[in-house]
């Protein structure tokens, strides 16, 4: 194998292409990631960088603060639209394509979107960048926050505006915030903390 390919520049695509390089130092690998940011933590997000405690440096990944040390070719802020296995090519949003001997898909998940969501003061909470749109619309100071979703990110969502002193609603289709991950009476303990600030 010659070229191997990483859709994905995030946490997973960045360990598969440090495995990838240990593995071979004189491999090419090529990073392709829809974000213009080399990977970041995203857990802080919701919480130290949604809070303005940690700025964007603090949220880069140990191994992505020196770019160039993995040797990596990284083709940040253009996401891939489709791959031909057959073709064994990566074409992307600009119009190019990447060739590739070998293929790693690390895309990660999307938000579900509901209508609406393109909305003046809707945001949803997924990368860097709609981490800083929601942060600037809490430094605003609204009258009003409504969170939809009561999993760990909405949790951390209302929680953080509520650290900055903001109103907020939560909406959760479940009985219990973090339904999914704990038990009914852990999440009725949940809801009582949040009630209780």
Do not use: C
Not at 177 to 186: D, I, Q, T, W, Y
């Amino acid at each position: 194998m010659q070229h191997v390919v990483i859709v994905g520049a995030s946490l997973a695509g960045l360990q598969a292409a440090q495995t990838l390089r240990r593995a071979d130092e004189n491999l090419a690998i090529t990073m392709i990631g829809a974000e213009r940011h080399l990977p970041y933590d995203r857990p802080p997000l919701s919480k130290h960088y949604l809070a303005g405690e940690w700025d964007e440096d603090k949220l880069r990944l140990r191994a992505a603060a020196d770019p160039d040390a993995l040797g990596l070719t990284w083709r940040l802020g253009i996401a891939a639209t489709a791959v031909s296995v057959e073709e064994r090519m990566v074409s992307l949003a600009d119009g190019s394509s990447v060739e590739f001997d070998g293929l790693v898909i690390a895309t990660g998940a999307s938000p579900r979107l509901l209508p609406g969501a393109d909305l003046d003061g809707v945001h949803v909470l997924r990368s860097l960048d709609d981490a800083t749109a929601l942060r600037s619309r809490f430094d605003a100071a609204p009258s009003h926050v409504v969170v939809i979703g009561a999993g760990f990110i909405g949790a951390e969502v209302a929680a953080t505006a509520r650290e900055r002193g903001l109103s907020v609603s939560m909406i959760e289709a479940a009985d219990t915030p973090l339904a999914r991950v704990l038990p009914p009476e852990a999440g009725a303990q949940i809801t009582e903390l949040h009630r209780a600030h």
